[in-house]
Protein backbone atom coordinates (compact mmCIF):
# COMPACT_ATOMS: atom_id res chain seq x y z
CA UNK A 1 0.00 0.00 0.00
CA UNK A 2 2.75 2.20 0.67
CA UNK A 3 4.69 1.90 -2.78
CA UNK A 4 1.40 2.32 -4.01
CA UNK A 5 0.97 5.36 -2.57
CA UNK A 6 4.55 6.50 -2.98
CA UNK A 7 3.73 6.12 -6.88
CA UNK A 8 0.80 7.92 -6.70
CA UNK A 9 2.68 10.70 -5.44
CA UNK A 10 5.66 10.49 -7.84
CA UNK A 11 3.57 10.04 -10.69
CA UNK A 12 1.62 13.05 -9.49
CA UNK A 13 4.63 15.30 -9.14
CA UNK A 14 6.04 14.34 -12.43
CA UNK A 15 2.25 15.51 -13.93
CA UNK A 16 2.23 18.52 -12.24
CA UNK A 17 6.04 19.60 -13.19
CA UNK A 18 5.72 18.57 -17.02
CA UNK A 19 1.76 20.25 -17.32
CA UNK A 20 3.19 23.86 -18.03
CA UNK A 21 5.18 22.39 -20.78
CA UNK A 22 2.58 19.70 -22.11
CA UNK A 23 0.02 23.05 -22.42
CA UNK A 24 2.87 24.98 -24.26
CA UNK A 25 3.26 22.25 -26.91
CA UNK A 26 -0.43 21.47 -27.32
CA UNK A 27 -0.74 25.55 -27.87
CA UNK A 28 2.20 25.49 -30.64
CA UNK A 29 0.49 22.76 -32.04
CA UNK A 30 -2.69 24.55 -32.14
CA UNK A 31 -1.57 27.30 -33.42
CA UNK A 32 0.64 25.46 -36.35
CA UNK A 33 -2.55 24.19 -37.25
CA UNK A 34 -4.05 27.54 -37.96
CA UNK A 35 -4.56 28.61 -41.82
CA UNK A 36 -1.81 31.41 -42.60
CA UNK A 37 -3.64 34.97 -42.72
CA UNK A 38 -3.74 36.15 -46.61
CA UNK A 39 -2.88 39.77 -46.66
CA UNK A 40 -3.64 41.91 -50.05
CA UNK A 41 -1.32 45.35 -50.27
CA UNK A 42 -1.51 47.76 -53.55
CA UNK A 43 1.77 49.57 -54.13
CA UNK A 44 1.83 52.28 -56.61
CA UNK A 45 4.88 53.40 -58.63
CA UNK A 46 5.25 56.93 -59.67
CA UNK A 47 7.71 59.59 -60.20
CA UNK A 48 10.21 57.19 -59.05
CA UNK A 49 8.76 56.43 -55.56
CA UNK A 50 6.97 53.60 -53.79
CA UNK A 51 3.72 54.62 -52.69
CA UNK A 52 3.36 53.37 -49.44
CA UNK A 53 6.92 53.06 -48.83
CA UNK A 54 6.45 50.68 -46.08
CA UNK A 55 3.85 47.13 -45.72
CA UNK A 56 3.52 44.98 -42.81
CA UNK A 57 2.52 41.88 -42.24
CA UNK A 58 3.12 39.09 -39.29
CA UNK A 59 5.42 35.64 -39.81
CA UNK A 60 3.92 32.96 -42.14
CA UNK A 61 1.60 35.66 -43.74
CA UNK A 62 0.61 34.94 -47.35
CA UNK A 63 1.36 38.08 -48.80
CA UNK A 64 -0.08 39.07 -52.51
CA UNK A 65 1.42 42.66 -53.72
CA UNK A 66 -0.16 44.36 -56.90
CA UNK A 67 2.54 46.36 -57.90
CA UNK A 68 1.04 49.38 -60.11
CA UNK A 69 2.60 51.52 -62.58
CA UNK A 70 1.54 55.07 -63.09
CA UNK A 71 3.84 56.46 -65.79
CA UNK A 72 6.99 54.26 -66.77
CA UNK A 73 8.70 50.76 -66.31
CA UNK A 74 9.57 50.18 -62.95
CA UNK A 75 11.31 46.99 -61.10
CA UNK A 76 10.16 45.96 -57.92
CA UNK A 77 12.77 43.28 -55.97
CA UNK A 78 13.02 42.02 -52.55
CA UNK A 79 16.72 40.18 -52.16
CA UNK A 80 16.23 38.21 -49.01
CA UNK A 81 12.59 36.56 -50.92
CA UNK A 82 14.37 35.93 -53.90
CA UNK A 83 11.61 38.24 -55.62
CA UNK A 84 12.25 40.74 -58.64
CA UNK A 85 9.62 41.43 -60.98
CA UNK A 86 9.40 44.28 -63.74
CA UNK A 87 6.50 46.36 -63.77
CA UNK A 88 4.93 47.63 -67.14
CA UNK A 89 5.16 51.43 -67.75
CA UNK A 90 1.05 51.99 -66.54
CA UNK A 91 0.25 48.36 -66.16
CA UNK A 92 0.80 45.88 -62.94
CA UNK A 93 2.73 42.61 -61.93
CA UNK A 94 1.12 40.75 -58.88
CA UNK A 95 4.01 39.14 -56.60
CA UNK A 96 2.84 36.40 -54.95
CA UNK A 97 5.19 34.73 -50.82
CA UNK A 98 4.91 33.65 -47.76
CA UNK A 99 6.38 36.51 -45.12
CA UNK A 100 8.49 32.75 -43.61
CA UNK A 101 11.01 35.18 -41.87
CA UNK A 102 10.72 37.80 -39.14
CA UNK A 103 12.72 41.20 -40.01
CA UNK A 104 12.66 44.09 -42.25
CA UNK A 105 13.24 43.84 -45.60
CA UNK A 106 13.74 46.40 -48.22
CA UNK A 107 12.11 46.49 -52.11
CA UNK A 108 13.69 48.62 -54.60
CA UNK A 109 13.42 49.47 -58.39
CA UNK A 110 16.54 46.81 -60.17
CA UNK A 111 16.26 48.96 -63.36
CA UNK A 112 19.58 51.04 -64.56
CA UNK A 113 17.95 52.56 -67.89
CA UNK A 114 17.52 55.94 -65.41
CA UNK A 115 19.59 56.83 -62.21
CA UNK A 116 16.11 57.72 -60.68
CA UNK A 117 15.38 53.93 -60.09
CA UNK A 118 18.22 54.16 -57.74
CA UNK A 119 16.21 56.46 -55.14
CA UNK A 120 13.00 53.98 -55.40
CA UNK A 121 13.16 52.35 -51.90
CA UNK A 122 10.78 50.79 -49.29
CA UNK A 123 10.66 48.74 -46.51
CA UNK A 124 8.35 45.47 -45.86
CA UNK A 125 8.24 44.44 -42.23
CA UNK A 126 7.57 41.04 -41.23
CA UNK A 127 7.09 41.03 -37.43
CA UNK A 128 7.41 37.65 -35.79
CA UNK A 129 4.57 35.52 -35.02
Known amino acids: MRRSVALL ?9 AGP ?3 RVLAAQGAQ ?3 PTRRE ?14 VEAQQDDLIKLTIQSADNAYGFTIDEYRLS ?6 GSTIV ?9 FSF ?7 ARHSQMRGQ ?3 RPR
Open 9 to 17: LVGTGIYLA
Open 21 to 23: FVR
Open 33 to 35: DQA
Open 41 to 54: FTVTARDYSFSPNH
Open 85 to 90: KRVPAG
Open 96 to 104: EFRADRAGT
Open 108 to 114: YSNLSND
Open 124 to 126: LVV
